[in-house]
């Protein structure tokens, strides 16, 4: 009875272990993993984030196995210290704050953020020697370049180049940086790939000048995605561009225009280049053509001319010869373009000789055309009575004060308590005599000095010149 007993409970248990283990398998969920982990830097600290996991109530952050926190996160964030390159960091997420129920799970290997890596690793062949080039990295005090692992130089290397033997296309070369000299401390890492640096050459390349602005074009090479300009050895552009000319503004005798081809538009793949040297235009500028006095009176003069074609950048008119050094006689200092200029404030009755010359500032040889000149002569004064005013003081015989106002056709006269307005008058300029009030009450004439500042009316009435009305 024992025995019957003893099968029918172990039929039972093992009965119920086999509903046991089914119901889990069916039941327990999928270990999902946990998606967008991204690593940035926050204040000096290493901030990890990822995206929030669906039904997880909390999560727990490890570190080559060891819990970062002694307590369960809440938030799909955690900041720590930077880890070395190449630490495990392992993300789980719990539907429970107990943590006993694992739904979602993902480990990575550290490789460091932005701020992490040594950037433009470069080569280049001198001789049966590549020399390998990258950006300083802050802080570093020590570098190592490797292939594959495999260290290419038995000692720290102090500089951001290394020298080093043939290398083979595709060989993935790897530099790291090390904040102590005993390469102690791993701070950055960056890896490129190298490729032979064998190049062709870009046909054409020319410089144009046009105003004193050089443009540089060249002929498209085959399999070129992007070019990039310098400027003795300086990037003149922040990227590469995909067209063939380029506006480089204004340059110096003897630089030095190189344009390389690259086969990606980062720049990093050099497949061809050409270079060529600027050299200033020495040819002297050509002088204006057909100066003429377009227009003239007693204290102006208006002159014309008709610009070169070649390169000028302005107009500079002096009176009298230019001197070098002096600008006493300058009398004009013209845009480019600009082919006529009214030059006043002259004496009447004087002669003067204008020097015309065209500049070309670019030029570091011959700045200054020869001049071309026109001597003139400025008409007499012709004296004007319109907005004129003239005073009479009174005498011993006439005491009585008088003032004359001219305006164009009339002239008002007050004569003490009487005011006669609207008298007219005429005056012959050259003569400088004239007549008010011709055939009226009030006719008389009148003479103006040769200096034009005192009028007698009818041979009594003696005026000066006191200004404009």
């Known amino acids: 009875m024992k025995k019957i007993t003893s099968w029918l409970l172990a039929i039972t248990l093992l009965a119920n272990i086999a509903f046991v283990t089914s119901c889990k398998k069916d039941d327990d969920p999928e270990i ?17 984030t990822w995206d929030i996991v669906e039904n997880a109530t909390v999560y727990m952050v490890e570190v080559n196995g060891i819990n970062v926190s002694d307590t369960p996160l809440v938030f799909p964030a955690i900041t ?51 020399i390998i080039s990258w950006d300083p990295f802050t802080d570093a005090a020590s570098y190592m370049v490797s292939i594959s692992g495999v260290a290419l130089s038995e000692y720290p290397i102090t500089s951001t180049s290394f020298s080093t033997g043939i290398l083979t296309d595709g060989m993935v070369i790897t530099v790291e940086a090390f904040s102590d000299p005993l390469m102690e401390t791993l701070i950055a890492t960056g890896t490129a790939t190298y490729e032979s640096q064998a190049t062709g050459y870009i046909e054409n390349l020319t410089l144009t000048e046009n105003n004193g602005v050089v443009s540089v074009n060249w002929d498209a090479y085959t399999g070129a995605a992007g070019y990039m300009i310098k400027n003795n050895n300086v990037n003149v552009l922040s990227s590469t561009i995909s067209y063939t000319s380029y506006s480089l503004g204004t340059l110096d005798n003897g630089d030095i225009i190189t344009v390389e081809a690259y086969s990606d538009l980062s720049g990093l793949n050099l497949i061809a280049y050409a270079e ?41 008119i002096y009176s009298g010869p230019r001197v070098e050094g002096n600008t006493a ?50 008409d007499d004064e012709q004296l004007s009575m319109v907005g004129s005013e003239w005073y009479n003081p009174g005498s011993a015989m006439f005491p009585i004060e008088m003032n004359l106002w ?10 003490g308590d ?33 200096d034009g500042t005192s009028l007698t009316f009818m041979d009594s009435f003696d005026f000066i010149r006191v200004g404009k009305k």
């Open 32 to 48: 999902n993993k946990v998606e967008g982990v991204e690593f940035t830097d926050s204040y000096g600290y290493l901030l990890v």
């Open 80 to 130: 720590m210290d930077y880890p070395t390159i190449g630490t495990k960091i392992t993300i789980n997420a719990y539907s429970d704050i107990t943590m006993t129920s694992m739904i979602a799970s993902t480990t990575i290997d550290y490789e460091g953020i932005a701020d992490d890596v040594i950037k433009n690793i470069t080569f280049s062949e001198i001789g049966n020697s590549i």
């Open 276 to 316: 060529t040297v600027y050299t200033v235009n020495e040819e002297q500028p050509q002088p204006v053509s057909n100066l003429i006095e377009y227009e003239t009176g007693s204290d102006f003069v208006t002159l014309n001319w008709a610009n070169p074609y070649s390169d000028y950048t302005q107009i500079e």
């Open 329 to 378: 006689n300058l009398v004009a200092f013209l845009s480019s373009g600009q082919e006529y200029y009214t030059i006043e404030d002259l004496e009447s009755n004087s002669t003067y000789t204008f020097y015309v010359y065209v500049v070309n500032e670019n030029n570091s040889l011959y700045k200054y055309s020869t001049a071309e000149y026109i001597t003139i002569t400025t």
């Open 406 to 415: 001219f305006g164009t056709n009339t002239v008002d006269w007050e004569e």
């Open 418 to 450: 009487y005011y006669h307005e609207g008298l007219s008058y005429t005056f012959n300029p050259i003569t400088r005599t004239g007549i008010i009030d011709e055939g009226g009450y009030y006719e008389g004439e009148f003479v103006v000095s040769a």
